[in-house]
């Protein structure tokens, strides 16, 4: 009589850099007359197929405008396609900045996917943030997609530009007397300022900056003691985006 189990496989690699050859063993256990005896040997082995793996590269940021600015977050989504015959192991994924700025973070560097079959799509998406003092430059990123067996895809460039963070700038960029609404007195509807009037003023504010603008607020003084302010001489004009107009009104 004789019995028998199996026992785990065992992988050997890298055989001519084109193959990998799975082994699996059967022990046999003989009993007889005899003592006992072991026997080993391979009853079976299979030839692997690589994989052939392609990325495509899409970049995002906060305000869409295709620059990395201090401060804001942007996104790379990096889409992994195996076009081979045989599945890709261990495929990991990090990019790095030629610049090697500080201000420059990568919160979740270095992705691991552990398999993508044949036809199949992975999407990873590696996150970039930039600081405060991050440096206005042209900064090349580049994706590097490597795998277990050294299936891996040519790495992929980015070029990005970096700007230094910049302050707003909220100028005057129009003035208009109105008097010909309710809230207005003229004596001739003119579009004029005359003594006994009560116009409208409207003012169009712009941040002609190079960021945002956030909790703007404005006030208007009178210079000239004969001309009185009474209705709208402060307000909030909350956020203002880089090179957007806003305008507001007082009597």
């Not at 028998?4 to 063993?25: I, P, Q």
């Not at 309710?182 to 002609?208: F, R, W, Y």
């Not at 210079?223 to 909030?236: L, W």
């Amino acid at each position: 009589m004789y019995a028998y189990e199996k026992v785990k496989s065992v992988c050997l690699f890298d055989h001519a850099d084109l193959f990998s050859f799975h082994v699996t063993a059967k022990t046999y256990t003989v009993k007889g007359r005899s003592d006992l005896t072991n026997i080993k040997f391979t009853i079976k082995y299979k030839t692997e197929i690589p994989p052939n793996l392609f990325g495509e590269v899409a970049f995002s940021d906060d305000n869409n405008n295709g620059v990395l600015e201090a401060k804001e977050d942007a996104q790379i989504t990096i889409s992994i396609i195996n076009k081979g015959l045989g599945p890709a192991q261990e495929v990991t994924v990090k990019i790095s900045d030629s610049l090697k700025d500080p201000q420059i973070y990568f919160p979740n560097n270095n992705k691991v996917i552990p398999i993508i079959y044949p036809g199949r799509t992975e999407k990873v998406i590696l996150r970039i943030h930039a600081g405060m003092d991050v440096r206005t430059a042209k900064n090349k990123f580049s994706i590097i997609i490597d795998e277990r067996n050294g299936y891996g895809c040519d790495s992929a460039t980015l070029y990005l530009n970096t700007m230094t963070f910049q302050e707003p700038k909220m100028v005057v960029a129009g003035l208009q007397v109105v008097d010909d609404t309710k809230d207005c007195s003229p004596i001739t509807p003119d579009a004029k300022m005359q003594a006994g009037e009560v116009v409208m003023v409207k003012v169009t504010l712009q941040n002609q900056g190079q960021n945002i603008s956030e909790g703007t607020k404005y006030s208007v003084i009178s210079n000239d003691p004969r001309v009185r302010i009474f209705r709208g001489d402060s307000g909030s004009l909350g956020i203002l985006q880089s090179g957007r107009p806003r305008t507001s009104g007082f009597n």
